[in-house]
């Protein structure tokens, strides 16, 4: 097994564009990620922990998600101070007692981590519900009623004819 060849498959991409073509520069505004230019700053093993995230806002909800393969439920910690939601979590290796081997490949990563978002105006902290399913984790964050959209009917005055 010491000529085993790891392949990375290229991610799909769109097709190239001149340097200077108006869509190219749109497309890369809006991959910009502010912060993973600070990843530099990071020690390795931080960047390589930290998970992905998703936050959507809903009619009525607001809803995190989060891929936490191999983390169990007793390794995650969620707090909400004020309206800061802090999600605490270790993805632990677990090593067989007793068993060796050779690793030919270790792309998967472990150690702890700190995601920290600041939530919009209008979500229950009262009412959050958290629940991790399949590896991924949802919170979700109900909207007050006071601040969901409301839909206001319109009337036609009628005019008196002469």
């Known amino acids: 097994m010491n000529d085993l060849i790891v392949r990375r498959t290229p991610s799909t991409e769109l097709p190239a564009l001149s340097a200077l073509h108006p869509l190219r520069t749109l497309r890369e505004l809006l991959t910009w990620d502010p912060f993973q230019e600070m990843a530099p700053m990071l020690p390795v093993d931080v960047q390589k922990v930290i998970p992905p995230f998703e936050v959507r806002e809903m009619k009525d909800r607001f809803v995190f998600q989060a891929d936490l393969p191999g983390v169990e439920v007793k390794d995650i910690e969620i707090l909400l101070t004020g309206n800061r939601l802090t999600i605490i979590g270790t993805r632990l290796d ?56 409301k839909k206001i009917p319109v009337t036609v005055e009628k005019v008196a004819k002469v």
Do not use: C, M, W
Request: hydrophobic share 40%; glycine share 8%.
């Open 94 to 149: 677990k090593v067989e007692k007793g068993e060796e081997g050779e690793y030919y490949a270790r792309e998967r990563f472990y150690g702890r981590f700190t995601r920290s978002f600041t939530l919009p105006e209008g979500a229950d902290l009262n009412a959050v519900q958290a629940h991790l399913a399949s590896g991924v984790l949802t919170i979700v964050f109900p909207k007050v009623p006071a601040v969901q959209p």
